[in-house]
């Protein structure tokens, strides 16, 4: 192994908390075309059992690693061509470990426009300056007279051009802006001012119009809303430290960099120098550094809580195969219905009118009883937006009113993502003949079945579940939740006979182009019989089948062990088990007692080890195990139908859409979020709001506050009605002991999370609780 891999080896072994030998076996793996799914699963012996966290983190990370190294070979060899490179620098460049760091370093040796201070050098002026930092009892007013000339025509011209010369050398000085960033980092402040005239234009970023606060500790969430304020201008924003304490301490760190100590007159003159080139250049440079790490670790967080918000809900629970009738609510232009059987195939379409302008009740009830009992519904799936509570009430008294015997759930569903659907080309093939609106019927119905397989259909980012999505990384924002959304596929598996195209391409190692060939081989074929059967659809070959087959289920196929996510390189370990009880294969797949008197450590061999045979063993326990919970709903309240219709200290069960870093919003049935801010999730202090809640949960919360005219509506689910639970005290000079913001100028979020009821109560996220 190469130094420079072993390096990165030994740096993401840190990293992620596992050994250098772990990291380079899962690098050859992934290297070698292996997907992520497939090496956490099924290569646990090879990796040392790295789980697919792990092994996102050092995919994302040995791609930056490898660009460092690239760029710290090309910036050796740029000064090593320019014949200025020394041992000291060679070894400084060898131990740069970002790329920040190597920048810093190659300043100085970077080619470059002509500058003041080249101008300087050619009109001889960079002895003045030598004189002047090599004798400072020298006047360097009078020193400078000598260096007048027809290209300098007086001694201050001559001071200026030394002081420009002077300014490039602090500006390219790597110790020296390592040390300044750091002291920058530890103590500059983030400040934000409106500007005049924008405040109404900005009304919504008012907390932000006199807002300063620790640039370390700033959360994401308002680093965010100040950057948007700033985009979009309404206030100016400046990351600076404090000219009291701070500055003078920066400033003394330069003046040590060049000597300076006394003060002779050269001294003073430095000093001076000092002060300009922190005011002209190198106060930009610290600007630039930290706004880019600010809006860096901004990104990384919203990203982070897209990704984990969209994992919750990509894996909720499954309503399960049954008969579902999908409605999603209209007024003027009328309810869409759609009814699908237990696969999900369409088998009926309606259009009711129950409101203004015909409120045809009468005509829509009789419509949405005959096809529940002609289709035998099991499910109604009632999207959640405009009228999804009167939509409600009719289906219940539909209900209510059905002849004796078994009848349908009701569920209220998130609509997020269904239009986007609905308009889809994905749509357009599916349902060529079929309206637009009644297509989101079917994606409604569909999502309740099985959020997963549906969700798939619909572009990550337009799902909802972000924070300030659309102002993060869009590249990396989309990588992202394409791994999350791969992760959770392969987590849960496909039946490879009813799967859609959009899921199987999902699967690893399947992707767009197979998963199509897949489709259309079994729609000219019929249902595979096995996984081994996978080998007959074009351009599916040995390297594709070894990444995906473990992740595919054939029910009551050929092979019982298809049905499991037992790899077929692994069949001849499970049949030794098998064989160990003296039992049929298919007998023993699901009973637990049979297999309790055997040990993982009978069945390992040289191929297979003890994680891959524990894993064997617990899937022929619960074979083709579902890793997503059991399906439960909120119930909402009867009466409450709109914000009027809510009381500060009403009691209500929701269902959580969206998980932020200052909290958690709850649909209770008003068509308008609520929030929970992360001070009102539990009687104890919480720094992650991820820590009690996410996507997709049912909770019980109590009413704090209503705001009608703005649409606010805060709620609590702690017990004790007690204030903010073990909130950082305030130390004398009025800051956050543990950090924060002043709390004179505490903040209300602003957010764009692609769903407007989302969205608005983000915006209206209670002053003085972020």
Known sequence: MDPVTDRINRTIATEIGARADQVSAAVGLLDGGATVPFVARYRKEVTGGLDDTQLRNLNDRLTYLRELEKRRAAIASSITEQGKMTDALTRAIAGADTKATLEDLYLPFKPKRRTKAMIARENGLEPLLRAIVADRSLDPTATAQGYVSEEVLTAKDALSGARDILIEELAEDAALLGRLRQIMQEEAEITAKVIAGKEDAGAKFSDYFDHRES?????????????RASKEEIVTVDISPDPEVVLPRILDVIDSRIGIKGQAPGDIWLRDAVTWAWKVKLSLTMFMDLMGDLRKRAHDAAIDVFARNLRDLLLAAPAGAKRTLGLDPGIRTGCKIAVVDETGKLLDTATIYPFQPRNDLRGASATLADLIQRHGVGLVAIGNGTASRESERMVDDVIKALPAGPKPSKVIVSEAG?????????????????DVSIRGAVSIARRLQDPLAELVKIAPEAIGVGQYQHDVDQRRLAQSLDAVVEDAVNAVGVDLNMASAPLLARVAGVGPTLAQAIVSHRDMNGAFASRKALLKVGGLGPKAFEQCAGFLRVRDGSEPLDASSVHPEAYGVARRIVQACGRDLRAIMGDAAALSGLTAEQFVDDTFGLPTVRDI??????????PRPDFKTATFADGINSITDLKPGMSLEGTVTNVAA????????VHQDGLVHVSQLADKFIKDPHEVVKAGDVVRVRV??????????????RKDNAGTPDTPTQSKAGRPERGGARPAKQTAPVADTGNSAMAQALAAAMKGKS
């Open 215 to 227: 640039w370390a500790r700033i959360p994401s969430h308002r680093a965010l809303a100040i950057l």
């Open 418 to 434: 269904a239009s986007v659907y609905s308009a889809s080309e994905l749509a357009a093939k599916e349902f060529p003949d079929l």
């Open 617 to 626: 063993l617990a899937e022929l326990e619960k074979p083709g195990r579902d």
């Open 662 to 669: 200052f909290g958690a919003f709850v649909d209770i049935g």
């Open 704 to 717: 704090t506050e209503v705001d009608v005219p703005r649409k606010r509506i805060g709620l609590t689910m």
